[in-house]
């Protein structure tokens, strides 16, 4: 029988801002969510399972991915990478399967499939809680080909486990099928990426798309009057010219002696925080090699909160990857061959993916003129009871994680090396 080539497989995206303002509230932060549920009991917590699975496929992939360009700016959304993947192999069987199993760091002797799942629907739906005040969505689509019979298994479990959307196409008509798929792409992501797929291959039957959508506000703004011209230093020789930011205020701050690297933690409005991670001059080799689960959950146990004099640059970077070609390089080969068994996803016809492309972007400013008032009683604060503050200038390359604090996630990861270039 022919092989069609068949999947592709469009991992959409992440359009993140951060912006504006936010006067903390401690007052209205508490999780109304924790109340419905009793968290003494495991069962609704079926995400904690994946989490750490979740977590080691984020740092391998960053490792590939610096292992091509150790020297460029790295975005990427690992929860979108795992998600997508750990939803196509509902369809996948043998070798197929494991070897995604594997890539996605699901170790199946500690781990039951139906448990994966489980973790993901959970974690889909805390995510997107409406009522959480963080502007975050995570979705998941398939558009098919209408000469693909689709099995009906996989389209029951698709929609109950990762909540997708399976919309009915017609890829002869690639033009219209194009524009169905980037308009419903642009609207998913708040207008951030537009004609995001240029056109359909002709043998394709099904396009898996998985997006991110996150707008932060930083529960502490800095203020736009304290931005400043500043250098950046992207390597010993060179550097650039930057907007730096810049705030004095109270902040979970960590020194990793062994490491010699700055951790600083950034919430933002509604249980998201960033951490920026920033090596000390020619040490960002070996920070990134001992990027680990344990290394982050250490720094994050660590954390102190201290006052601090912080610069930080404003920039808006993203980064497009080829996941075919990393995957690959991952061990993950025969879905992406003419061995692929994608038998589970429809009747008759064999499949493999053809495709997978993943897009995440970031902006990251100070937007907002307000909350004044609160930070004149923090420099108050912060005088009378601490010492001079630490002065943690991120005028160097440095790391960014963002982390969904309601669901352990890692939703977007990154590095950046020169804030002034925009594609990574
Ligand atoms: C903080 O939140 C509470 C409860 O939502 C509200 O009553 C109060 O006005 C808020 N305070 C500020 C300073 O926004
Ligand atoms: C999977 O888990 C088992 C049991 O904990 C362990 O012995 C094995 O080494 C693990 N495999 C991988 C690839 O981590
Ligand atoms: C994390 O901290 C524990 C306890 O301090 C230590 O034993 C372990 O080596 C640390 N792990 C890493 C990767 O730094
Ligand atoms: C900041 O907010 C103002 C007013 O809401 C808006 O006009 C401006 O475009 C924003 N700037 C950025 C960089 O987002």
């Not at 996803?345 to 937007?367: F, P, T, Y």
Request: glycine share 4%; hydrophobic share 40%; aromatic share 10%.
């Amino acid at each position: 029988m022919k092989m069609k080539s068949a999947l592709y497989l469009s991992l959409v995206l992440v359009g993140l801002q951060v912006q504006a303002l936010h006067i903390p509230n401690h007052s209205d932060e508490q999780e109304e969510q924790d109340t419905p549920h009793s968290p003494a009991e495991g069962g609704n917590l079926p995400h904690l399972k994946i989490v750490p699975s979740n977590a080691d496929f984020a740092f391998r992939f960053y490792k590939q991915v610096t292992e091509e360009e150790s020297n460029k700016n790295v975005f990427f959304s690992p929860l979108s990478l795992s998600t997508a993947f750990a939803m196509l192999s509902l369809g996948a069987r043998a070798h197929t399967l494991s070897q995604l199993h594997k890539c996605l760091a699901f170790n199946l002797t500690e781990l039951e499939e139906r448990e994966i799942h489980d973790g993901f629907q959970r974690l889909l739906q805390l995510l997107n809680d409406p009522h959480r005040e963080v502007q975050l969505s995570m979705g998941n689509a398939l558009f098919i080909n209408n000469e693909l019979k689709l099995r009906q298994k996989f389209l029951e479990d698709v929609t109950t486990f990762y909540d997708s959307e399976a919309i009915s196409s017609d890829f002869q008509n690639s033009e219209k099928a194009v524009n169905e798929i980037n308009n419903y792409i642009k609207t998913k992501t708040h207008g951030k990426f537009v004609d995001f797929l240029q056109n359909l291959s002709p043998d394709a039957l099904m396009i898996l798309i998985n997006y991110v959508y996150f707008k932060g506000y930083w529960e502490q703004p800095f203020k736009s009057f304290s931005t400043r011209d500043d250098d950046f230093f992207v390597d010993a020789k060179n550097s650039v010219k930057v907007k730096m930011m810049y705030q004095s205020k109270l902040h979970n701050i960590h020194r990793d002696e062994k490491l010699s690297c700055w951790v600083v933690e950034m919430p933002y409005k509604g249980d998201v925080a960033a951490l920026f991670v920033l090596p000390d001059e020619g040490t960002m080799k070996q920070v990134e090699d001992a990027l680990l689960k344990d290394t982050v959950s250490n720094w994050s146990q660590s954390l102190e909160e201290r006052p601090i004099e912080l610069y930080l640059p404003k920039f808006s970077i993203s980064g497009s990857y080829d996941v075919k070609n990393l995957f690959i390089k991952m061990g993950v080969t025969d879905v992406f061959s003419n061995n692929a068994d994608l038998s589970g996803v429809a009747e008759g016809d064999r499949l493999m993916v053809s495709k997978a492309i993943h897009k995440a972007e970031v902006d990251v400013n100070e937007n907002g003129t307000e909350a004044a008032a609160v930070t004149m009683i923090e420099l108050v604060r912060l005088s009378e009871v601490f010492p001079l503050p630490h002065v943690i200038k991120f005028n160097r390359p440095f790391l960014m994680l963002i982390v969904d604090k309601t669901t352990y996630s890692i939703l977007f990861m990154g590095k950046i090396v020169n804030p002034t270039v925009k594609e990574g």
